[in-house]
Structures are given as structure tokens and as C-alpha cells.
């Protein structure tokens, strides 16, 4: 039986709300599984792929950053963007790398350049993921 509650929310709509068995989560400092009566974290997410499993099933999310807010009562994920993985815009992705490595390649100052360089990183690996 499903005990954790999950509400996953992107600015466009609500992709889901409900009790699940687990969430995993492509967090900014890891990956992270996150189960009924997980400790209070929160965290920021990094480009990825969110699964979420219930009654035996996995349903792939794409999300493109975020955070999540999870503690013993449940699980928020507030996403910038996410979609089903069968349904996200390949096409949005490939102009936010294209538009990010332009940023990389203007940037004059040192540290911005090196957290525009790992966001590309990012983006690049969630690309190759949705080509498997």
C-alpha cells in the first residue's frame, strides 16, 4: 500500500497528486529515494528524470530544475518545467543547451562561467538520457 504523499507541480499544472511507494529524485548533490517517513530535507533539483513508483508501476517525469520539500509528512516537488518523458519537447531542450553554451562562451566572470558550465553539463546528460 502507497504511504507516502506526493505532490508534484510544475508553473504550467499540477502533473500529480497522490500516494505513492517511492519518488526518486534527481537532486543537485546526488540522486535521492525518498520513502514514507523520509527525514525534513530540501533540496534543489538538477536537470533530470523524476521516477515515480506506485502499485508496482514506474512513471519517468522529465523535470528541468526545480526543488523538493520532503519530511515524514510527504513530498512537493515544485519544478521550473517537467513533463512525461514520452511527451517532453526535445526540440525546448536542445535550444536551452545551444543558448547555454553561448552564455558559457560570453561569460567574462569566473564563477558565473563555472555554474553556467555545470548547468550545461546538466542539460547535456539529461539529453543523453532521453536518447536512451
Known amino acids: 500500500m502507497a504511504g507516502l504523499h506526493f505532490e508534484f507541480v510544475s508553473p504550467e499544472r499540477v502533473l500529480f497528486s497522490g500516494d505513492v511507494d517511492q519518488v526518486d529524485l534527481p537532486g543537485v548533490e ?3 529515494g525518498v520513502l514514507p517517513g523520509h527525514a525534513p530535507i530540501v533540496t534543489l533539483l538538477r536537470p533530470g528524470i523524476v521516477t515515480i513508483m506506485r502499485e508496482r508501476q514506474r ?7 526545480g526543488f523538493a520539500e520532503m519530511g515524514p509528512a510527504g513530498l512537493t ?9 514520452e511527451d ?4 525546448l531542450l536542445a ?15 569566473d564563477a558565473q ?5 555545470r548547468r550545461l553539463d546538466q542539460l547535456r546528460a539529461l539529453q543523453a538520457a532521453l536518447a536512451q
Open 88 to 91: 517532453f519537447d526535445r526540440d
Open 95 to 109: 535550444s536551452d543547451i545551444k543558448d547555454t553554451e553561448e552564455d558559457v562562451a560570453d561569460c567574462k566572470d
Open 59 to 65: 512513471e519517468a517525469v522529465v523535470v528541468v530544475g
Open 113 to 117: 562561467r563555472d555554474k553556467l558550465a
Open 77 to 85: 516537488v515544485l519544478a521550473e518545467r517537467a513533463g512525461a518523458r
Open 30 to 32: 546526488g540522486d535521492l
